[in-house]
């Protein structure tokens, strides 16, 4: 079942930079791009939208949880989540 997590997070890698012209882009500006406005709007891009979406990581929707867990800190994309 991991799998199809993984295969929506390449999905969104591949087309990303070509669907988002904003500077929120790639997996999880892509699957967190409401969780962003509605939790973490005026943040800095970059470390501090990541950070704050961590905080709220309860609250989040299930796609950008994905986002999180398969990406950043090292881990890029398709590594596995955090566990």
């Known amino acids: 079942m991991k799998l199809i997590p993984l295969i929506a997070l390449s999905m969104f890698a591949v ?22 406005a509605a939790l973490c709007a005026g943040k800095a891009h970059g470390g501090d939208v990541r950070a704050c979406l961590q905080a709220n990581y309860d609250k989040v929707s299930a796609a950008c949880k ?9 881990r890029g994309p398709g590594l596995g989540p955090r566990r």
């Open 15 to 36: 087309t990303a930079p070509l669907t988002m012209a904003s500077a929120q882009s790639g997996p999880v500006g892509t699957a967190c791009e409401g969780d962003i």
């Open 66 to 74: 994905t986002a999180l867990d398969y990406t950043g800190g090292g």
